[in-house]
């Protein structure tokens, strides 16, 4: 288990700096070439995303962390076709996923160790993200922007939710892939916020729970609260034994659409709000606002997108918001601002990170 608090984290402002002189690098490599020539490169992505897809489904990171193993072998261990599989890791390996050693074998490095079922992994994400029923997804995306419908409707005669609330395979896939997300920005946001100064903490729409067993965990004095739907909590109890705060949480199902739980000092919720359109998203933080007290603090937990017309990662994101969602978005600080001025709130401050997400903490308005 992960003990995000003791990571060594850079400081914010390295961070940025650093990024900064990496987007300018980025532009004048662009600026160099001619631009058919970038677009081909950038375009190769489409035939690495399907092989990171394989190379997750078949766990080949597991099988190579005991010993290096040639495409022969791990063909025999999965069984797949090994001249096929061989060429899906030659291609993997040039591109730094995987090593291979002398003997011509595939070993583990650290690129590769994001695939392995353990803190860290990106696994569970690149399963769900990459599979059919995104890939289907994103190929429909014209759709959504003739329209301005999303394109997940379209493709599957309804909405995300209750597609996979009919599928439960993928709604496991899919909360496991939340908590692979949710471990990547753990320590940023641990470090980021001192969430010892409440005495509980509500998780709104916090899935199997993994957030918050991480915060009552690093904050032994603090008490937690998890809220969702029945079909997501249902994973929470097995992880809240395992991280050993059973004993601190209270697990309450139930809509955020309808009613918040009272009682926190601070209601989180992290990648929710782009998940929905603005009326949507006032309505939930009417009810959390209604719920809590007027010491209690709210905290959103999301990217934000800046106004440079720059790379990042939001921008890039908000397309799978665009096909996926009905209404959902990432949003600039101006768009949050309103949201919470809108539902009652006064935003009191937001507190940057490493990775790219934000909090965003707000109080009742005076």
Request: proline residues 7%.
């Given at each position: 288990m992960s003990d995000p608090q003791n990571q060594k984290l850079p400081p914010v402002w390295?961070?940025?700096?650093?990024?900064?002189?990496?987007d300018l690098l980025l532009r004048l490599n662009k600026k160099m070439f001619p631009g058919n020539v970038v677009l081909y490169e950038q375009?190769?992505?489409?035939?690495?995303?399907?092989?990171?897809?394989?190379?997750a489904r078949l766990s080949i990171a597991e099988l190579l962390k005991e010993s290096p193993l040639s495409a022969e072998e791990l063909a025999i261990k999965t069984n797949t076709h090994a001249p096929s599989l061989f060429r899906v890791m030659r291609a993997l390996s040039g591109q730094g996923i995987f090593k291979v050693n002398r003997d011509g074998k595939y070993e583990i490095n650290a690129m590769a160790r994001g695939l392995l079922d353990?803190?860290?992994s990106l696994r569970k994400m690149l399963i769900h993200h990459l599979g059919p029923v995104n890939w289907n997804l994103m190929s429909n995306l014209e759709y959504t922007v003739r329209t301005g419908n999303d394109a997940f409707a379209d493709k599957y005669g309804k909405g995300i939710y209750d597609?996979?609330?009919?599928?439960?395979e993928e709604?496991?896939?899919?909360?496991?892939?939340?908590?692979?997300?949710?471990?990547?920005?753990?320590?940023?946001i641990l470090k980021a916020y001192r969430f010892s100064q409440y005495q509980t903490i509500a998780d709104i729409g916090g899935g199997e729970?993994?957030?918050?067993?991480?915060?009552?965990?690093?904050?032994p004095g603090v008490r937690g609260i998890l809220f969702?739907?029945?079909?997501?909590?249902?994973?929470a109890p097995a992880l809240f034994e395992q991280y050993q705060v059973q004993d601190r949480i209270k697990i309450?199902?139930?809509?955020?659409?309808?009613?918040?739980?009272?009682?926190?000092d601070l209601y989180l919720m992290k990648n929710v709000i782009h998940n929905w359109d603005d009326l949507q998203c006032i309505n939930i933080l009417r009810n959390i606002h209604q719920a809590m007290s007027p010491d209690s603090r709210i905290v959103i937990i999301e990217m934000i997108v800046s106004k440079d017309n720059r790379q990042e990662l939001a921008k890039l994101l908000d397309i799978q918001m665009l096909a996926n969602m009905p209404g959902g978005k990432e949003r600039t600080r101006s768009e949050f601002n309103t949201l919470l001025e809108n539902s009652g709130f006064r935003l009191t401050r937001i507190v940057e990170t490493i990775a790219p997400i934000c909090l965003i903490e707000a109080k009742k308005s005076d």
């Open positions: 390295l961070v940025k700096t650093i990024q900064l002189f990496r375009f190769q992505n489409f035939w690495l995303l399907p092989s990171l897809y394989i190379v353990e803190p860290g597609y996979l609330k009919d599928n439960p709604s496991e896939i899919f909360d496991h892939s939340m908590s692979n997300l949710s471990d990547i920005g753990l320590a940023p729970g993994f957030f918050i067993a991480n915060i009552l965990k690093e904050n969702d739907l029945k079909e997501p909590v249902t994973l309450i199902e139930g809509n955020f659409f309808e009613q918040i739980p009272t009682g926190a």
